[in-house]
């Protein structure tokens, strides 16, 4: 890799590995908005992952090795490289603490941490951050991951000769993707739907709570195969072609997903009643927005919104991104490099605070 890659004003790029593929993607920061350098995608074998864990970092490595000396779409020209971490193997809770000074209150986060983590603390990588503050108490975002899991990527990623700057989960990348597209700044649920679990976050001014749940996009082929006894590739064009919308097996297709949808249908409304019992000013969430590779399948926004009963929409990170002279992703790619298109857009004070 020490021919690919060299320091230029110290850049930052995001690599996501996924359920069975790896996007990467670096961007710039112009005073006109932001531009893309390079991006790419490419799968591996799934087996190379068990848990969350990577078993096999070695497979892996020569699979992403492929795609920077052969596939990307412009270029990646730097080291320094932000990981992410799949959210479901993740536990991530906001927690509300008297005000307490900095040496305090780590212990006492650790103290009310231990509560709902099932592993030995000692086994987990813990992280927070304060996101509401007044003078008697503290609302802080915890997060802790098995350390197993995070150095697993950093073993792939050394393995590479890359330097790994930040670790972070596939939400945190989402989040601050959306954060930069979004003018409504209202209370949202975010769905990320990847290809084997759907992330579910309420987003107000910053992360407030965080879900995963079992179903994304590969989910969806595997049940669409299944009901009408079609191969995995087959059901794949059609849930990409008709999803949701009207076609001669719409009751079938509807059938096949039901018991997906229901399940994260019940999550999102979980999720939606917690943010407004404890919102204190009263706040009630305004939307729904999809991102990830699952979100583009078609009718699943009119789906949601009929079923919800709120305004859901797919989002569009990228009309402010500049491609330059690159060919930009096609629209149904895009929705899949919203994770790491948001990791990407880590300033240094995100990394060195």
């Known amino acids: 890799m020490s021919n690919i890659f060299f320091y230029q004003d110290k850049p930052i790029f995001g690599l996501d590995v996924g359920f069975s593929s790896v996007k990467v993607m670096q961007l710039e920061r112009h005073k006109n908005g932001l531009q893309v350098v390079g991006y790419g995608v490419t799968r591996f074998d799934s087996a190379a992952i068990q848990d969350g864990i990577v078993i096999n970092p070695e497979s ?12 990307l779409v ?33 212990e006492a986060i ?4 231990e509560e709902y983590i099932p592993l030995p603390l000692e086994d987990m990588y813990l992280d927070y951050s304060i996101t509401n503050s007044t003078d008697k108490e503290q609302e802080i975002l915890v997060v802790a ?22 670790v972070e989960t ?11 597209a979004d003018v409504n700044k209202t209370p949202t649920v975010l769905i990320d739907l990847g290809s084997q ?9 910053g992360i407030v709570v965080t879900s995963t749940v079992p179903g994304g996009g590969d989910s969806f082929s595997e049940a669409i195969a299944d009901k009408l006894g079609v191969t995995h590739k087959e059901a794949h064009l059609i849930k990409t072609r008709y999803g949701f919308g009207v ?20 999550e999102i409304r979980r999720m939606v009643r917690y943010y ?30 009929n079923t919800l009963r709120l305004p859901v929409r797919i989002c569009d990170p990228w009309v402010d991104l500049d491609f330059h002279k690159l060919q930009p992703p096609t629209a149904s790619e895009k929705a899949m490099y919203a994770t790491v298109g948001g990791m990407s857009l880590i300033k240094p004070g995100e990394i060195f605070a």
Do not use: W
């Open 247 to 266: 076609s001669k097996k719409q009751k079938e297709i509807n059938e096949a997903l039901e018991p997906i949808m229901k399940q994260l249908e019940k």
């Open 74 to 106: 412009g270029t990646i020209n730097t080291r320094r490289v932000v990981l992410s971490i799949p959210g479901a193997h993740t536990f991530t809770r906001t927690v509300k603490l008297p005000k307490l000074s900095a040496q305090d209150l780590g």
């Open 197 to 205: 679990s759907s992330d579910i976050t309420v987003y107000d001014n």
């Open 110 to 113: 650790r103290l009310e941490t």
């Open 145 to 166: 991951v098995p350390k197993e899991l995070v150095d697993s990527y950093v073993t792939l990623s050394n393995l590479l000769g890359l330097e790994t700057v930040a």
């Open 276 to 305: 407004e019992e404890r919102s204190g000013e009263g706040r009630k969430i305004d939307q729904v927005v999809t991102m990830g590779g699952g979100a583009n399948m078609p009718g699943l926004a009119d789906y949601l919104t």
């Open 60 to 71: 892996i490595a020569k699979d992403i090795q492929t795609l920077f000396n052969e596939h």
């Open 170 to 180: 596939t939400i945190n990348g989402t989040c601050r993707l959306f954060a930069a």
